[in-house]
């Protein structure tokens, strides 16, 4: 397929768009030590990333009860909320790129894993309320690696898989678009490793943001 024919292109926020993965790890550290439970490694929690908050939680703590989850998910929100009153700040290169492929005609999407209510304060601090022709959070649809909330972005924006290009930084994301029947891009940068993510073939990975904006601009 010719990259001329993505009209399409939908990102990951945390890992992919947004700098926050180190904020993400302590939040769930520390919600970890709140509600009582073992500490995992950063690489394990690293690896949860993109999912939504309760299928995280339960990936890492599957003895958890409901009870303890909605203590867990508290304490995680409030340690999180606290450390974003400053904004983890995006990837270098994120805002201009997406202004030179708003330009070029694409529409853009954000898939993530994050709740309505968190994708709101955050595309708000970034003045971002109106900026993406449609947003999906993980809470308002079904968690990441089911496909729906691609086929709900698609269904909003009129495309077909074939024109649709799924931008991630974590298995899920990948493995999301693949069950989409859509192509994916890797970044390097983010929760998981460049070498982990090419088991779901990724057509492209790149190690700094603009690196996108660069290669679909070789078709033209």
């Known amino acids: 397929m010719s990259r001329l024919d993505y009209k399409l292109l939908i990102f990951d926020w945390d890992g992919t768009l947004c700098d926050s993965i180190g904020r993400i790890v302590e939040s769930m550290h520390m919600a970890s030590t709140r509600s ?3 500490l995992c490694d950063d690489l394990a929690v690293k690896g949860i990333i993109g999912l939504g908050l309760p299928e995280a939680i339960r990936t890492l703590y599957p003895q958890i009860a409901d009870e303890e989850l909605r203590v867990f998910r508290q304490h995680y929100a409030d340690h999180y909320i606290a450390l974003e009153a400053e904004p983890s700040p995006l990837f270098e290169g994120v805002v201009q790129s997406l202004e030179a492929l708003r330009a070029e005609g694409y529409q853009l999407a954000v898939a993530t894993g994050k709740a309505r209510r968190g994708l709101d304060r955050v595309l708000k601090a970034n003045g971002w309320e109106d900026y993406f022709d449609i947003t999906r959070a993980a809470d308002e649809t079904a968690s ?3 496909p729906l909330m691609l ?3 698609m269904a909003h924006c009129g495309v077909s898989p074939r ?5 991630g930084d974590a298995s899920f994301d990948l493995m999301m678009a693949r069950n989409a029947g859509m192509d994916s891009v890797a970044v390097s940068y983010g929760a998981q490793s460049a070498e982990g993510l090419q088991a779901y073939e990724p057509r492209l990975t790149i190690d700094r943001f ?4 660069a290669w679909l601009g070789q078709a033209n």
């Open 144 to 146: 990441k690696p089911h």
């Open 210 to 213: 603009p690196e996108l904006h």
């Open 36 to 38: 009582g439970f073992e």
């Open 163 to 167: 024109q649709a290009l799924m931008v």
């Open 151 to 153: 086929e709900q972005i």
